[in-house]
């Protein structure tokens, strides 16, 4: 079955620098990728999504990208602030909003 | 719209004890799941359905069912509860049509069985 990996567990980053989290997959049928943020207490919340036919998607301060020959995905924060704070998990799937396999999650803290 | 609501909130159980978590959506989505978390192994799914009536098994569904009698409901039974049954379980829900990927995540549900 499908294994998403995730890299690093946890990040620190001073607040206006960048963020970097970085996922690979191993089944190479997955072909929808969203990222979720998850607050201390509470439920994951989609932040930002791509599918297989598309590089590249950009949602104001964060984007991600996804290799598919190399099997990876990556999560990047620009102009970090303090509420960006939080557990970030990357998931892979084969049917858009079904059966996800989450990656272990990255520990983000953005220092003022 | 409530979205995805469970209950309860946290649950202490012994060793042997049976309950029953409750899910419920008021989106009209057709595909529910039920994942669980536990430090450092982000979700692993346990049960989803893709529609009143039928359900199927995830990647860790030994010691729990799952029946989705309607579109709303789609509650997570613990047949005998289990120490290594202590976690953080999330019901989610989507809907099942090209071109809508997200699963929207229930509150969840802490449960320690002692």
């Known amino acids: 079955g499908e294994n998403v990996e995730q890299h690093p567990s946890t990040l620190s980053v001073q607040e206006g620098d960048s963020a970097v989290i970085k996922c690979t997959y191993s089944d190479s049928a997955s072909n929808y990728f969203p990222w979720y943020k998850q607050e201390l207490g509470k439920r994951p919340q989609l932040i930002i999504d791509?599918?297989?036919?598309?590089g590249e998607k950009k949602d104001q301060r964060i984007a991600v990208t996804l290799n598919k020959t190399a099997k990876h995905f990556s999560l990047h924060i620009t102009e970090t602030q303090p509420e960006d704070s939080a557990v970030y998990f990357c998931a892979a799937s084969k049917i858009y909003g079904q059966n996800f396999v989450f990656g272990p999650g990255t520990r983000l803290s953005v220092l003022p | 719209n409530a979205g995805v609501t469970q209950t309860p909130k946290f649950q202490v159980l012994k060793t042997g004890q049976s309950m029953t978590l409750q899910c419920a959506q008021d989106?009209?989505?057709?595909?529910m799941s039920w994942y669980r978390q536990d430090p450092g192994m982000g979700l692993r799914l346990i049960h989803y359905?893709?529609?009143?009536?039928?359900?199927d098994q995830g990647e860790v569904p030994n010691g729990y069912n799952v029946s989705r009698s309607t579109t709303e409901d789609f509650p997570l039974r613990l047949l005998s509860a289990a120490p290594s049954q202590t976690s953080v379980y999330f019901c989610?829900?989507?809907?099942?049509?090209?071109?809508?990927?997200?699963?929207?995540f229930g509150p969840g549900t802490r449960l320690t069985v002692t």
């Open positions: 791509i599918r297989s036919n598309v």
């Open positions: 359905s893709v529609g009143a009536g039928i359900t």
């Open positions: 989610a829900s989507s809907y099942v049509l090209a071109g809508e990927g997200e699963q929207y």
């Open positions: 989106m009209n989505h057709e595909y």
